[in-house]
C-alpha cells in the first residue's frame, strides 16, 4: 500500500492548539506536511505562495479555526467559497463554540466536518477528517 | 374642550333654560291673579249696576207708594235708596274709572237719574208735602200728578236707564269674555313655551350625558385595552389622541408612559443580552488559554513521565484537577447564558419516555433505585427545558447521595391548568438556612476543590422556571432527604 503524505493546511492563532493537533495526528500515524496560518489573511496569502518548502500547489485538507485576530474563519472560508481556484478543498471547522447557530452558518458554507476543541477522537466532526486523511493515504 | 367645562355649560344651559319656563311661568301666574282681580271687580261692577236698578224701583215703588197712600213708610224707603243709589253710583265710578265707555255710560245712567229726580219725584214730593197743607194744594198736586204721568217723561228715562244699563251690562261682560279669551290663549302659550322648553333642556341633558358616557367610555376602554397590551408585554402601544380634554391628556400621558416603559425595557433587554454575550464571549476566550495549559500538562505527563519526580506530578495532578474545575466553571456559565436564548418549538412530549432518556445520562451509583410514578402526563410543551430541570434534578439527587440503599422518586400532581413534578430523594437532606441560597449560580454547598460540583445545576432550573414564571420549592431537612417540586403548564 502507497502511503500519500496529506497537504494540510491549518489555519489557527493558537500555537498550542496546533500543537495539540500535531500530536493528535502523529499519534494517529498520518503523514502530513502542514502549512501554518495564524489567521485568515495568512490562510490566503500561504494558498497564493507558489514556492514554499513544504509543499507547492493547493493543499488536501485545510482545517480552519473560527475565532482569529484580523480575519476570521467565517471571512476567510466565504473568500474561499467564492475563488474559482480553491473553492472545492475540502475544509474542516476547529472550534470551541458550540453554538449552532455558528455552526448553521459553517455548514451552510459547504464544510466537510464540525470539530469541536478540545479534540476528542469521539467527535463525529474528528472522525470524519481522520477518515478523509485514511483515504487521503491510501489513494 | 375640557369635559369639566363642557359639564358646566351643559348644567348652566339647562339651569338658564329652567330659569325662563320658571320666569314665564311666574309671569302667567301674574296674569291669572290679575285676570281673577279683574273678574272679582268686573263682578262687583255687575253686582253694583243690578242694585242700583234694583233700587231705582224701590225708588219708583216707594214714591208711588207714598204719593198714593201718603204713609211715611213708604218716603223712608224712598229715602234710603237713594241715598244707597248715591253710594254705589260713587263706587261704580271709582270702578270703572280706567274703562271711557262705561264711564260714559255711566256719567249717562247718572244724569238720567238726577233727571228723572229733579224732573219727577222731586216736584212731586213737593207737591205732595203741600197737599196736606191745603185741598186747593191737593187738587193741584192731583193736577201735577196726573200731568206728569200723561206726559210720559218718567217712563221714557225709566226705559232709558234701563237700556244704558243693559249696555252697561253687556259690555262689562264683553269685556269678561275677552278677558277669559285673552288669559285662555296666555295659558295656552305659557303651557307650550314650558312644554318646548322642558323637552328642550331634557334634550340637551340627554345629549351632553350620552355624549360624555360614550366619550370617556370609549377612551377607558382603549385604555384597558392599551394597559392589557402593556401587561401582555407589548410596550410599542399608541392610543391616538385628539382634542384637549381630561380623557385625552390622560391618553397622552398613557402613551408617554407606553413610550418610555418601552424604551426602559429595551434598554433592559439590550443589557440583558449584552451581559449574556459578554459572559458567552469570556467564558470562550478563557477557555482556550484554560486549554492550551491542560495540552501542555498533558504532553509533560505523555512525554516525561518517567523522568519526572514524585512531588512535581503531584503538582502537575493538582494543575489538572484546577484546570478541570475551571473548564466546568465556565461551561456552567455558558449552558446559564444560554437558557432562553434559542426559541424552543412546542411538541408532545411524554415525561415518561422525557425520564426514561435522562436515566441514561445518570452518574452510575450503585444502590440507588428510580422509582418513577406510572403513567406520567403527556404534555404539549418545550421539550429541551423541561428535560434540563428534570435532569438537573434527577443529576443532583443521585449525585449527592450518600446512603447504601437510596431511593430517588418522581411522582406528580395534577392541578386545575398546570402539573406539579416532585423529584424526591432520601440522601443527606439540606437544612433550612440553605434552602434559598442553592438556588444561586455558583453557590454550592461542596467545598471548591471538588471539580463535579459546580452549583449551576440548581440556578439553570431556577432561571428556566422563573423565566417562564413558574414555581420551584424545596422541602427538606438534614438527614431526611430532599424533595423539590415544580408546576409546569399543561399546554
Redesign the interface.
Known amino acids: 500500500m502507497m502511503n500519500h503524505v496529506i497537504n494540510i493546511l491549518l489555519v489557527e492563532d493558537d500555537i498550542l492548539d496546533a500543537m495539540d493537533l500535531q500530536r493528535t495526528l502523529d499519534r494517529m500515524r498520518i503523514l502530513y506536511k502542514m502549512k501554518i496560518a495564524k489567521n485568515g489573511e495568512e490562510g490566503l496569502a500561504l494558498l497564493e505562495q507558489q514556492d514554499h518548502p513544504l509543499f507547492s500547489g493547493k493543499p488536501d485538507i485545510i482545517l480552519l479555526d473560527m475565532n482569529m485576530p484580523r480575519m476570521n474563519g467565517i471571512e476567510f472560508l466565504q473568500i474561499l467559497r467564492n475563488s474559482n481556484e480553491w473553492r472545492n478543498i475540502k475544509v474542516f471547522v476547529l472550534t470551541t463554540s458550540d453554538e449552532s447557530e455558528d455552526e448553521r452558518i459553517m455548514r451552510s458554507l459547504g464544510i466537510s466536518g464540525y470539530i469541536t476543541k478540545p479534540l476528542k477522537m469521539s467527535n463525529t466532526g474528528s472522525i470524519d477528517a481522520f477518515n478523509l486523511m485514511i483515504d487521503l493515504m491510501n489513494m | 374642550m375640557k369635559i369639566s367645562f363642557l359639564i358646566l355649560s351643559g348644567f348652566f344651559l339647562i339651569l338658564l333654560l329652567f330659569s325662563i319656563t320658571t320666569y314665564i311661568n311666574y309671569q302667567q301666574s301674574q296674569k291669572v291673579d290679575e285676570n281673577s282681580e279683574k273678574f272679582s271687580k268686573s263682578s262687583t261692577t255687575l253686582r253694583s249696576s243690578n242694585r242700583f236698578q234694583r233700587n231705582i224701583l224701590n225708588l219708583v215703588s216707594g214714591l208711588r207708594g207714598y204719593l198714593l197712600t201718603n204713609e211715611p213708610f213708604f218716603i223712608q224707603s224712598y229715602d234710603s235708596a237713594v241715598i244707597e243709589n248715591e253710594q254705589i253710583l260713587g263706587e261704580l265710578r271709582l270702578i270703572t274709572n280706567d274703562n271711557p265707555a262705561q264711564k260714559k255710560l255711566l256719567d249717562e245712567i247718572a244724569s238720567l237719574y238726577d233727571r228723572w229726580g229733579h224732573e219727577f219725584a222731586q216736584p212731586l214730593l213737593e207737591a205732595k208735602k203741600q197737599a196736606t197743607i191745603s185741598d186747593s194744594a191737593a187738587k193741584s198736586f192731583d193736577h201735577f200728578y196726573r200731568r206728569k204721568l200723561k206726559e210720559g217723561h218718567e217712563n221714557e228715562i225709566q226705559q232709558s236707564i234701563q237700556n244704558k244699563f243693559r249696555e252697561f251690562t253687556n259690555s262689562e261682560y264683553a269685556f269678561r269674555e275677552e278677558q277669559r279669551q285673552t288669559l285662555t290663549a296666555s295659558v295656552q302659550q305659557t303651557r307650550n313655551i314650558s312644554f318646548y322648553l322642558t323637552i328642550l333642556s331634557i334634550v340637551i341633558g340627554i345629549g351632553i350625558a350620552g355624549f360624555l358616557a360614550s366619550h370617556i367610555s370609549a377612551g377607558i376602554v382603549k385604555m384597558v385595552e392599551m394597559a392589557d397590551s402593556i401587561s401582555a408585554g407589548n410596550y410599542n402601544v399608541h392610543v391616538d389622541t385628539r382634542g384637549m380634554d381630561e380623557i385625552s391628556r390622560l391618553t397622552a400621558s398613557l402613551n408617554n408612559m407606553a413610550r418610555v416603559l418601552a424604551e426602559h425595557i429595551m434598554l433592559l433587554n439590550r443589557k440583558n443580552e449584552e451581559l449574556n454575550q459578554f459572559a458567552h464571549i469570556v467564558s470562550?476566550d478563557i477557555?482556550?488559554p484554560l486549554?492550551?495549559i491542560?495540552?501542555?500538562v498533558s504532553?509533560i505527563e505523555e512525554d516525561h513521565y518517567a523522568d519526572t519526580p514524585r512531588r512535581v506530578k503531584e503538582y502537575v495532578g493538582m494543575i489538572k484537577g484546577r484546570v478541570r474545575r475551571a473548564e466546568s466553571l465556565l461551561n456552567g456559565i455558558?449552558s446559564y447564558s444560554r437558557i432562553g436564548r434559542?426559541i424552543q418549538k412546542k411538541e408532545l412530549v411524554s415525561v415518561s419516555e422525557l425520564i426514561d432518556e435522562i436515566k441514561g445520562y445518570l452518574p452510575h451509583k450503585k444502590g440507588i433505585t428510580l422509582m418513577v410514578q406510572h403513567p406520567l402526563p403527556e404534555l404539549y410543551t418545550e421539550r429541551l427545558p423541561l428535560f434540563q430541570v428534570f435532569s438537573n434534578l434527577l443529576n443532583n439527587a443521585y449525585h449527592y447521595h450518600n446512603k447504601e440503599n437510596g431511593i430517588v422518586r418522581v411522582f406528580h400532581k395534577e392541578m386545575s391548568d398546570h402539573y406539579k413534578f416532585f423529584v424526591e430523594d432520601n440522601g443527606p437532606g439540606i437544612a433550612r438556612s440553605y434552602h434559598e441560597k442553592i438556588f444561586v449560580i455558583f453557590q454550592t454547598l461542596q467545598e471548591g476543590d471538588s471539580s463535579e460540583s459546580t452549583g449551576v445545576g440548581l440556578a439553570i432550573v431556577k432561571k428556566i422556571l422563573t423565566d417562564r414564571k413558574l414555581n420551584i420549592e424545596v422541602m427538606s431537612e438534614p438527614g431526611k432527604g430532599s424533595t423539590f417540586s415544580f408546576t409546569w403548564p399543561k399546554n
Request: aromatic letters at 10%; glycine letters at 10%.
Open positions: 470562550h477557555k482556550t486549554r492550551g491542560d495540552n501542555v504532553w455558558l434559542e
